[in-house]
């Protein structure tokens, strides 16, 4: 499969500011891909320099197999793009803006009226006749989605596309994002991770300008995500931890909020025959054990050094 | 349509449907209806402010030539000022809003984006000066009951050229300095060294700088050398809007 985004040893400098640092990433097309990282990684810069908004300062980008500082009208032509903050004419109504947009494309009136009305369905705009100006945030992302649609763009690169909408235009959006898979390579960052598990086949992890991870989610999660085992016991908790804490298969042990015994364990099958042995041997009841794998937050959180967001 | 021609309609339709339509024509409709009226009756309204004051003095009669001179002024100051204010914001207003970054991610080059704005905002001033004039020469024809036309039309079409000019300088400010009003001050800067250079005879006959004088001279139906100047000034609007598309094509948004 060839690659819809490569870039190699990817560069950005500001100032002092070192924003992106060697970033090596490849985008196989037709894949949905999630680029995640904290606030300040340098994910908006990532975009900014892929669609020639901004160039590296040193580092190669490739899209769709043309170098981005040399690709023009033709290779923009295939692109769909949707920056983190949208900015729109606030003059117009959302379908003027739409037909320019197609207009920029030079996409025919037949075609456009076609399109126009899907892509206004998907932003929730159908019977919204108002001027941009009085939008809110959520429906300026709504309309910034449809807008990037608009060519049916064989990449689409979106910036935070969910970020300011409520559950169900996020829903809508993933929903749209998933529908697109195998025909449009999307391409897209975000910091919630519960977006990427649901819609993305492969995550890159980007933390202070360096990718730290990136495979398909499934592998990532194989790679970096240790078992981990909840247990619940009736009494002598703490003695029950400390015990736990020296066995030689466990990675690390904490205490939960509710007083559970949370375990990141190397051998789910140890952590399963010894800790109930142990529970038993000091004459406790146990209420719960759960083992299982490490959702993606816990990868994020892992990687990036306990960034939370 | 090109993404060029799509995005030059978008730039009319937003001076239709936004402020624009309103700041730059009512600057000009004012002073093209009040100046032949004011021209005509100057004297009389200094003569009932001062009183007795200028009892000595002998303010000559008003002629055509009054009220054109008051509208090629009026351009040359006022209305200078104000497009070169309006326009320090021409390109970075984009920048800011975000507009650009969607725009200039579809098939529109940043040159195409550049060249589009200087030309329609040229054409809109086109529009204005040529309408302005013509609502002058009619007035003025119903107030003094004679206007010939050519010391008005040459000096106001000789000022338009320089309106153009610097059209394409605050393209050239507003792509180099994201701030509108620090565009819009280096400007009037500009707008002071180029009138302060016409006062050296070389630059004062053939630079764009004579410009700033030459339009009062036509309209006073003086016999004034102009092909040089209008010619250096077309060159350096080229130039000039060349120059904001290259530093546009160089920026990061």
């Known amino acids: 499969m060839s690659a819809a985004i490569r870039t190699t040893g990817l560069t950005k400098v500001y100032g002092t500011k070192r924003a992106l640092d060697s970033v090596d990433l490849v985008v196989e097309e037709g894949s949905i891909f999630g680029f995640l990282g904290p606030n300040g990684a340098g994910k908006t810069t990532t975009l900014r320099v892929l669609t020639g908004l901004a160039r590296p300062t040193s580092g190669s980008v490739q899209i769709l197999g043309h170098d981005v500082a040399s690709a023009g009208n033709p290779v923009r032509a295939q692109i769909g793009v949707l920056p983190d903050v949208p900015g729109f004419y606030e003059w117009m109504t959302a379908e003027e803006f739409l037909r320019f947009a197609g207009g920029l494309f030079g996409i025919g009136r037949r075609v456009l009226d076609e399109r126009l009305g899907v892509l206004l369905d998907l932003a929730g705009l159908s019977d919204v006749d108002t001027k941009i100006g009085g939008y809110s945030r959520g429906m300026k992302q709504r309309l910034g989605v449809a807008q990037a649609l608009v060519n049916a763009p064989r990449l689409l690169l979106l910036d935070e596309p969910t970020s300011a909408l409520d559950p169900m235009g996020r829903k809508d959006v993933l929903d749209m994002l998933t529908s697109l898979r195998g025909r449009t390579t999307v391409f897209f960052s975000t910091h919630i991770l519960a977006d990427v598990e649901r819609v993305c086949d492969t995550v890159a992890i980007l933390d202070r300008g360096r990718v730290v991870a990136r495979a398909p989610i499934d592998e990532l999660k194989a790679r970096y995500g240790q078992q981990k085992v909840v247990v619940e016991v009736t009494g002598g908790a703490d003695e029950l931890t400390e015990q736990i804490g020296r066995q030689a298969w466990v990675t690390s042990v904490s205490r939960g909020s509710n007083g559970s015994i949370e375990i990141t364990v190397t051998d789910v099958g140890a952590a399963q025959r010894e800790i109930p042995a142990m529970i038993a041997a000091g004459q406790v009841g146990l209420s719960r054990m759960e083992a299982g794998e490490m959702g993606l937050e816990e990868v994020f959180v892992e990687l990036v050094g306990g960034v939370q967001q | 349509m090109s993404g060029f021609a799509v995005f030059a309609g978008k730039e009319a339709r937003e001076i239709l449907r936004t402020w624009r339509i309103w700041v730059l024509p009512g600057i000009l409709l004012f002073f093209a209806l009040t100046g032949p009226v004011l021209a005509k009756f100057t004297p009389q309204l200094l003569g009932a402010l001062a009183g007795d004051q200028l009892k000595g003095l002998v303010i000559p009669t008003p002629t055509y030539l009054d009220a054109y001179a008051q509208w090629v002024k009026n351009l040359s100051q006022i ?69 010939p036309g050519s ?34 001050g280096a400007g009037l800067g500009a707008y002071a060294l180029v009138s302060i250079a016409a006062i050296w005879k070389p630059l004062g006959t053939y630079s764009p700088a004579a410009l700033a004088t030459q339009p009062a001279s036509l309209a006073a139906g003086k016999d004034v050398a102009v092909l040089w100047p209008v010619l250096t000034s077309l060159l350096l609007t080229v130039v000039l809007v060349a120059v904001a598309a290259l530093a546009f094509r160089r920026k990061d948004l």
């Open chain 2, 79 to 147: 209305a200078l000022f104000a497009l070169i204010i309006i326009y320090g914001s021409i390109i970075s207003s984009e920048r800011k809003s975000g507009t650009a970054v969607l725009v200039l991610t579809k098939p529109v080059s940043r040159t195409a984006f550049v060249i589009a704005k200087a030309a329609v905002h040229s054409a809109f001033l086109v529009i204005l000066v040529v309408a302005g004039t013509l609502l002058t020469w009619g007035l003025t024809a119903a107030v003094f009951g004679q206007a």
């Open chain 2, 151 to 184: 010391a008005l039309w040459a000096s106001a079409l000789v000022w338009l050229v320089f309106g153009v000019l610097f059209i394409a300088l605050m393209t050239l400010l507003s792509v180099l300095i994201g701030s509108a009003a620090g565009a819009a």
